[in-house]
């Protein structure tokens, strides 16, 4: 036997790393020192480099299986010399990997939780792990500072944080003590409701003892007869102080009743209260933030309001445009643009509009519906322990349905709750287009969606989850869709939230099919409907993604439709619960891994070698998908100037020393400039052989000077930037490139800040202001949600500003460069919309900041001829189907997102 201490082997160590911490190691040493001397089974959850498991061999010179789970995948590369150690890759809470573990062992001496550290794997790992633990077993969970950390799912008072979790237990220890008729398991149950558990009484009748150390917490495991007091066992003769005789030797009749103590038999509990109140708190300061934002917006629409008036009858293109208008058509506009009712914040109003939204649209079609195509609609509805008036709530809601052409198939995922199964058989029996199947075993969401598909007949596939609702009309324009655009196999529409009271609330208006948005967030939703020949063209709902299993589908279903159809109506009610990522995105962070996990194996079977990795975005559930651009591609970088030389300096300057990527080219298009300091810097600047200066001896026509200088360019890819810009993001051009280069993109822009870091640019919607803008101008750069996308993500836009467009050379030549009919402003906007016309994909690249001191390079004069040519380039886009990447129900007229009172 090996006599070398634990703490030797760490410090002796070499090879694989592994860390723990110096408390950990010496009780380590006291609790496995019996475990020595007799074969040992291990298990070891989160292993991240490995080095334990070679330690572990080491100190147990009788080790039978050590077994290693690791969620990363890197680790599968881990090769042990001893046969004994093994490693299985997977989320240890996950059926699968669990099944995998059992295969390697089906019983351990030690286990030890060195997870994820959030209370909610810790607590799902010890109720699924600790039944394989052999009696006079030892079970370690790991790392619970983290318990009293918000990031981990805890807090010091949190009443469903691991550490409140492990305290139960010693209650539970203690059970013949209480006093009164109440299971183990009954004191758990705040636990099986919050983290959807189950927890089995006679494999909580095995605990033995609760030890707490610093951080760690130790359970100790026995038969359940050996963890009872058993019989008073009295010994000795002299009892002059007090007689012993007659007190009774079997503990449960010394124990009282204590079915009158409040605080035993009642089912109050004083920290869930607390929970309580302080998310009702939270509430209140949440709607209380919400009324102070809206009063401002109001406060600043009316400033902006009259600042817009005033700048509309004051500018040169007022006056310029005015025989393109007649009067009447021109007073028309004019009493819009001064009506402050347009402009009102309509979130106050919203919960009356998306309950009549829509009727007469309705109505109409309900007219035609005789001479329609009728496809027989299946919706897959998912059931685990719904609330039953939730469960009503969401059947109610397709009964309701204006549509009768559907079947509901309804797979309940093993509930608990025997209520669900009758609320679901009391509605089959109620209506025969209600299918149901009840599964045998719990195998998690994708598994129960698979299983509901199973009962589909229909033509298309839909989509609902078992605590949300359907507009009672959203069948309807389904179909109404289905017969406006029969190519369409994908369909998807807008969508809101229900709150606690009913109330309708947070709308979300999306834009139409937007691939780079997608990548960003799964920004369709749970509502979707598919044709029955897509959705088995792609293979359906996969395994291995829940709590994304519908963002994996989106996102191939997508991809290989032949036309995606976006219906711009709220169809969708997302419930806001406590447990719901409506209301709180924090209570499944499991969710937002599975969701990178489906962005990335998209991403890599859609790119292959193009393709690196994705990143975490901004927020949760958003994310930044990272392209390869490799350093043998030239970039050629384009800046027209004319004298300004100080800020073309800077420019430049911040090219150079900010710039990731060295492989570029600057091309300086000189137009004409007069001062003799600009001329010195010229010769001066191109002693960088990566800088040449190229004369553009012509009136000046932004897009002839362009022009000019991609004539010169030499890269594969082109920079068009104003000499106003500054970098922030040193792998700005890794990012815009990257994106460019693929194939089905067109133009990439970045995200432009004012000098005062607000937002100036991120992305143009073609007919705000009556011409093109850019939304979100003026606002701060923070990730945010409604009522439309957020500035921070990634996406699709029909065109972006020429003050920085990035394309590959290729596609510039193809679509012929700059229209030069256009002297001043509107050709960027104008390539863009050629560019989309010819079927590539333009792109916001939130990922990619630089600074635009935009007033200081330009004046505001817009010759005539430009309105000209935007009145022709924009037309489609301003009058008839607009911007398809903003949204009919907001408001053209504001930059900042906002619903249209009119809609």
Not at 207 to 234: D, T, W, Y
Not at 730 to 745: C, F, G, R
């Amino acid at each position: 036997m090996s006599k070398k201490s634990l703490q030797h082997i760490y410090k002796n160590h070499e090879g694989k790393v592994s860390d723990k911490w110096t408390l950990y190691i010496s009780e380590y040493e006291r609790l496995f020192a019996d475990f020595r001397t007799v074969p040992v089974r291990l298990l070891e959850i989160g292993i991240q480099n490995g080095g334990s498991l070679d330690i572990w061999s080491k100190y147990f010179d009788t080790l039978k299986k050590a077994v290693g789970c690791e969620i990363n995948p890197d680790s599968g590369k881990l090769k042990y010399e001893n046969p004994n150690v093994m490693v299985v890759i997977g989320d240890a809470n996950e059926d699968p990997t669990e099944q995998e573990i059992l295969e390697q062992c089906q019983s351990f001496e030690i286990i030890i939780d060195d997870g994820s550290h959030k209370s909610s794997d810790i607590i799902s790992s010890f109720n699924r792990y600790f039944p394989y633990l052999e009696n006079n077993g030892v079970y370690v969970a790991e790392d619970l500072h983290c318990s009293y950390w918000n990031e981990f799912g805890g807090g010091l008072f949190d009443p469903f944080s691991s550490m409140a979790f492990f305290k139960h237990l010693a209650d539970i220890i203690n059970h013949e003590s209480w006093g009164i008729n109440k299971k183990r398991v009954d004191l758990l149950r705040n636990f099986e409701e919050h983290y959807q558990l189950s927890f089995n009484e006679d494999i909580l009748r095995t605990i033995h003892s609760i030890e707490f150390m610093n951080s760690m917490c130790v359970i100790h495991k026995a038969s359940p007869e050996q963890n009872l007091l058993g019989e008073r066992i009295i010994t000795g003769q002299s009892d002059e102080v007090l007689s012993l005789s007659n007190m009774p030797r079997d503990f449960e009749k010394f124990v009282p009743d204590e079915s009158e103590n409040k605080w035993s038999s009642h089912s109050f509990n004083l920290e869930l209260s607390y929970s309580s109140k302080l998310k009702e708190i939270e509430q209140l300061k949440k709607q209380n933030s919400t009324f102070e934002e809206e009063i401002a917006n109001l406060k600043q629409t009316n400033t902006d309001l009259n600042q817009l008036v005033q700048n509309i009858l004051n500018s040169h293109s007022w006056l310029i445009t005015r025989p393109l208008r007649g009067f009447g058509r021109a007073a028309r506009s004019l009493k819009k643009l001064i009506d402050p009712r347009r402009y009102q914040d309509m979130t106050s109003n919203y919960d009356v509009w998306s309950r009549v939204t829509g009727i007469k649209e309705a109505e109409e079609i309900l007219t035609r519906l005789p001479e329609l195509k009728s496809p027989l609609i299946s919706i897959i509805l998912p059931t685990y322990n719904t609330k039953e008036k939730i469960l009503r709530a969401c059947i109610e809601s397709v009964l309701a349905q204006t549509y009768s052409n559907w079947e509901l198939c309804i797979a309940d995922d093993a509930s608990t709750k025997s209520r669900v199964r009758d609320v679901i058989n009391e509605y089959s029996k109620q209506d025969s287009r209600i299918k149901s199947v009840f599964r045998t075993e719990n195998g998690h969401i994708s598994e129960a969606m698979i299983s509901a598909a199973e009962l589909m007949e229909g033509d298309y596939i839909s989509f609902l989850d078992h605590d949300d609702e359907l507009n009672k009309n959203a069948l309807l324009f389904i179909v109404d869709a289905i017969n406006r655009s029969p190519e369409s196999e994908f369909f998807y529409s807008d969508e809101d939230h229900i709150n606690e009271h009913g109330k309708h609330q947070s709308p979300f208006f999306k834009p139409d099919w937007s691939p780079s948005l997608l990548c960003s967030q799964n920004y369709i939703g749970h509502f979707l409907c598919l044709s029955k020949s897509l959705y088995e063209r792609v293979g359906g709902i996969r395994r291995g993604f829940d709590g994304a299993q519908d963002y994996d589908l989106v996102l191939r279903a997508g991809d290989a439709a032949e036309n995606v159809y976006h219906i711009p109506k709220v169809l969708y009610h997302w419930r806001e619960h406590e447990n719901s990522t409506s209301s709180n995105s924090e209570c499944k962070p499991y969710a937002h891994d599975a969701g990178k996990a489906a962005v990335a194996d998209f991403l890599n079977q859609k790119y292959g070698s193009r393709f690196i990795k994705v990143n975490d975005g901004e927020g949760l559930f958003t994310y930044s998908p990272q392209f390869r651009f490799d350093s043998e591609h030239r970039v050629s970088i384009i800046i027209p100037t004319k004298d300004k030389i100080d800020l073309l300096d800077d420019c430049i300057e911040s090219i150079r020393n900010r710039s990731s990527h060295i492989n570029w080219e600057i091309i300086i298009v000189d137009n004409r400039s007069e001062e003799t300091a600009s001329k010195e810097y010229f010769s001066t600047v191109v002693q960088d052989s990566r800088i040449k200066v190229v004369e553009a001896d012509v009136e000046f026509n932004w897009s002839m000077i362009n022009n000019i200088g991609a004539k010169a360019a030499t890269g594969d890819v082109f920079v068009f930037l104003n000499n106003d810009t500054l970098v922030i993001t040193p792998d700005w051009i890794e990012k815009l490139a990257s994106m460019a280069s693929l194939p089905e993109v067109g133009l990439v822009g970045p995200q432009l800040l004012y000098e005062d870091n607000t937002i100036q640019h991120a992305g143009v919607v073609v007919g705000m202001g009556g011409w093109a803008d850019h939304v979100f101008k003026n606002q701060l750069p923070v990730h945010r949600s409604g009522p439309f996308v957020s500035p921070m993500l990634n996406r699709n836009v029909l065109a972006i500003t020429g003050a920085c467009q990035v394309i590959e050379r290729a596609k510039f030549e193809q679509l012929g460069g700059f229209d030069e009919q256009f002297i001043i402003c509107g050709s960027d906007v104008d390539i863009c919309i050629r560019a989309h016309q010819q079927g590539l994909q333009n792109v916001y690249c939130a990922d990619a900041a630089l600074h635009h001191l935009e007033s200081k390079s330009r004046s505001s004069f817009i010759p005539k001829q430009d309105f000209l040519m935007s009145e022709i380039r924009y037309a489609p886009y301003r009058n008839d189907k607009g911007d398809p990447y903003f949204n009919e129900n907001l408001d053209l007229m504001s930059t900042m997102p906002r619903m249209l009172t009119n809609a």
